[in-house]
C-alpha cells in the first residue's frame, strides 16, 4: 500500500502540471469544445493510474527479470551467444513496441510490416553490438561518432520528407515496454564484467538500440525511393461527454490487445529463461506474474489516456493558436509543455533511479529531471519554429548531434551514456500522442508540409538532452577539477607550516 501510494503521489505530481497548462489554454488562447476537454480530464486520470501500476510493475517483474538475465549472459566467457540472445531479444521486444506501431501507420508508401521489421532488426542488431562493445570496452564514444556521422552522410541521400521520419524510428523504439528490460539487462550484464567499467557499461545499451533503426530506416528510404505524401491521421473529436466516455471504452481492449502482443514475448521469455536456469523460486515466480500484469495493466491505461485522451486535445489546441493570429505563442507553448511532459514519461521514471542507484546517488532523479525537462524544452519549441517557418529539420539535426558528439570527448564516458540513454528514453509516448499532434494541427492550418514540418519532434526531443545532459557532466567535471585544485593548495599550505616548524625546532 504504501509502494502503490508513493507511486501515485509522483504520477499526480508529473501528470497535473500538463493538465493545469491545457485547461490554462483551453480558456485563454486556444478554446476547444466541451467534449474533447472532458475526454483530456478521463485521460488525465488514466495517465495517472496507468504510470502507477507501471511503475510499481516495472520494479517487481521487469527490472530483476532483465537483470538476471544479463547477469547470465555475463557470466559467458564467449561473446557469441550473448550478441545473438540480445540480437534475438531486441528484435522481438521492439517489433511490437506500441509506439512504434503508431508511428508505421504515418509513414507513406511504405508498408507498416516492412517498415516495422526494419526497425526492429536495426535495434535488434544495435543491441547486440551494445554487448560487444560492453564486453570488448570498447569505448561508447569512439561507435556514438562513427554511427552518427554514418547517418548524416545518409541523410544527404534521402527526401527531406523521410529524413525526419528515420530519425523519429530511432525514438519511438524505446518505449515503455523495451527501456526497463534494456536498461536492467545492461545493469546486469555490466555487473559481471570489468569491475572497473562497470558503472560505465551499465549505460549505452538505450543509445546505440535509438541509432540502428534510425540508420536501417534511412537506407530503406534510399531502397524503396518512397513518393512524399502530406496527409496526416484524421484525430475523433468528441463532441458530448458521453461520446468521450465511449471513445475511452473502445480505446483500453484496442491498446489491450495491441499491448498484450508486445508483452508475450516478453512473457515467452521469462518462461524461457525460467526452464533453462531455473534461477527464480516459486515465490519470485509468482511476484513477477504479478508485476508484469500490473505492468501490462498499467501500460494499457496510459497509452489509452495519452492516445485517445491527449492526442485530441493536443491536434485542436495546435490549430486553435495558429489560426488565432499569434501563431508564435506556437513556441512559448510549446516549451512549457515540454518541460513538463517529459517527467510523465513512465520510461523516464525508470531511467532517473537506474542513474541515481547507480552512482550513489552522484547524479540525483531531480538534477536529471531538470536536464531532461530543460533540454525537451528547447527541442519542443525549435519544433514550433520548423512549423511556423518550413526550416528544414537537416541543419538542426547536424548542429545538435554535432555538438552532443564533441562535448563527449571531455566529460566522463558515464555522462555520454546516460545522455543518449536517455535521449531514446525521453521521445515516449506522450511526446508522440500529444506534441506531435500539436505540431500536425498547427502545420495543417497554416498550409505547411506535414511530413517536412510537423514531422521530426521526436527527432528533436531525442537530441536535445544528449547535450543538456553532458553539459550536466561537464559542468561536474570542472567543479571536481577546482576542488583537486584548492585540496592541493591546502596540503601544499599544511607541508609548508609543517616545514616552518621543523626548522624552528632543528634551531633549538
Known sequence: MRQLKSAL????????????IVFVLSVTIAPI??????????????????????????????????????????????????????????????????????????????????FIWCVAIGAGVFLAVAVIRARKNIPLARLLLIFYVAAMILAFFVSDDFVATAFDSGGVTTGPVTVPFIIALGA????????????????????????????????????FKPEPETSSAVVAVAETTKDAFLALMRGIPEYGKEVFMSFLPVIGIFLLFQLLTRRFQARQMIKISFGLLYTYIGIVLF????????????????????????????????????????????????LKK????????????????????????????ISMLRVITGISILPFLIVGYSISLIIMFFVPPIY?????????????????????????????????????DAF???????????????????????????????ARRVLVSIDNDIMYYDCEDSTI
Request: glycine share 12%; with cysteine.
Open 9 to 20: 503521489t509522483e504520477s499526480i505530481g508529473s501528470v497535473l502540471p500538463i493538465a493545469a
Open 33 to 114: 469544445n466541451a467534449g474533447v476537454l472532458v475526454l483530456f480530464i478521463f485521460g488525465t486520470f488514466l495517465l495517472i493510474l496507468g504510470m502507477s501500476l507501471f511503475t510499481i510493475g516495472s520494479e517487481i517483474s521487469m527490472e530483476p527479470l532483465g537483470e538476471s538475465i544479463g547477469v547470465v549472459l555475463g557470466k559467458h566467457k564467449r561473446i557469441v551467444i550473448p550478441a545473438i540472445i540480445c540480437l534475438v531479444l531486441g528484435v522481438l521486444v521492439t517489433v511490437a513496441e506500441p509506439d512504434l506501431q503508431v508511428l508505421a501507420e504515418q509513414v507513406p508508401s511504405i508498408p507498416n510490416a516492412v
Open 188 to 223: 546486469g550484464m555490466a555487473a559481471q564484467g570489468n569491475k572497473k567499467n562497470s558503472s560505465d557499461n551499465s549505460f549505452g545499451l538505450i543509445a546505440l538500440c535509438s541509432i540502428g533503426p534510425v540508420l536501417a530506416v534511412l537506407v530503406l528510404s534510399i531502397c
Open 303 to 350: 497509452l489509452t489516456g495519452a492516445n485517445v485522451g491527449f492526442m485530441p486535445a493536443g491536434k485542436l489546441i495546435g490549430a486553435e493558436i495558429a489560426q488565432s493570429g499569434a501563431k508564435y505563442w506556437l513556441i512559448p507553448v510549446g516549451m512549457v509543455v515540454g518541460y513538463f511532459i517529459v517527467t510523465a514519461e513512465p520510461a523516464v521514471h525508470s
Open 354 to 381: 537506474q542513474v541515481e542507484e547507480v552512482t550513489n546517488g552522484a547524479i540525483s532523479q531531480r538534477a536529471m529531471e531538470l536536464a531532461l525537462s530543460v533540454g525537451v524544452a528547447v527541442s519542443v519549441g
Open 416 to 452: 555520454t551514456g546516460i545522455a543518449f540513454d536517455s535521449g531514446g528514453v525521453a521521445s515516449g509516448s506522450l511526446t508522440t500522442a500529444f506534441i506531435l499532434p500539436l505540431a500536425l494541427g498547427a502545420c495543417e492550418v497554416l498550409g505547411g508540409n506535414v511530413m517536412q
Open 456 to 486: 521530426g519532434v521526436v527527432a528533436l526531443v531525442a537530441m536535445t538532452p544528449l547535450i543538456t545532459i553532458q553539459v550536466m557532466g561537464l559542468s561536474a567535471r570542472v567543479k571536481q577539477r577546482s576542488m583537486i585544485r584548492k
